[in-house]
């Protein structure tokens, strides 16, 4: 039986909210109504939800501290940065010149423990499983599962 549910997207600048409307027409006016017992697996996400809500109907926008930034996103930076001086025919030192700096560079390159090759080396690892699909377990929310495999030389004819 197919689901009897409609679906209303909110969107406040780049925050949007969802709601799934059972049981009347969202054409019409509706009655927002909501169980008052949640499951505990339940109970964050549509606490969330109904705060988001009653935000945007009160002040005509979303607050901004219920959408905090998410926490991957400077590693994931760094990492199609890495993806993107890669894919250009950079060397990882010229990678690592361009995201951390010179200085650094120069001073931490021959490092006897290799900490920041292995930074570079892994973050153009990362990026490029990503490329290759590990995107699509953004969608799911898994991790990324990367395993070293070392990129093919390029050869120059």
């Given at each position: 039986?197919?689901?009897?549910?409609?679906?209303?997207?909110?969107?406040?600048?780049?925050?949007?909210?969802?709601?799934?409307?059972?049981?009347?027409?969202?054409?019409?006016?509706?009655y927002l109504r909501a169980e008052a017992i949640w499951p505990a697996a339940l109970s964050k996400h549509r606490l969330w939800a109904l705060e988001c809500l009653n935000a945007l109907c009160a002040h005509g926008q979303m607050p901004t501290r219920l959408f905090p930034p998410d926490?991957?996103?400077?590693?994931?930076?760094?990492?199609?940065?890495?993806?993107?001086?890669?894919?250009?025919?950079?060397?990882?030192?010229?990678?690592?010149?361009?995201?951390?700096?010179?200085?650094?560079?120069?001073?931490?390159?021959?490092?006897?423990?290799?900490?920041?090759?292995?930074?570079?080396?892994?973050?153009?690892?990362?990026?490029?499983?990503?490329?290759?699909?590990?995107?699509?377990?953004?969608?799911?929310?898994?991790?990324?599962?990367?395993?070293?495999?070392?990129?093919?030389?390029?050869?120059?004819?």
């Amino acid at each position: 039986m197919p689901d009897k549910s409609q679906h209303v997207l909110l969107r406040n600048a780049h925050r949007s909210l969802q709601l799934a409307v059972s049981g009347a027409d969202i054409l019409r006016p509706v009655y927002l109504r909501a169980e008052a017992i949640w499951p505990a697996a339940l109970s964050k996400h549509r606490l969330w939800a109904l705060e988001c809500l009653n935000a945007l109907c009160a002040h005509g926008q979303m607050p901004t501290r219920l959408f905090p930034p998410d926490k991957r996103g400077p590693r994931l930076t760094f990492v199609l940065r890495a993806l993107d001086g890669s894919l250009a025919g950079a060397s990882h030192r010229e990678i690592a010149e361009a995201l951390i700096g010179q200085g650094r560079v120069h001073a931490d390159w021959r490092d006897p423990r290799d900490h920041l090759r292995d930074r570079i080396r892994r973050a153009v690892t990362r990026g490029h499983a990503l490329m290759n699909g590990g995107y699509r377990d953004f969608y799911v929310g898994k991790s990324i599962a990367v395993r070293a495999v070392r990129q093919p030389a390029k050869i120059s004819l």
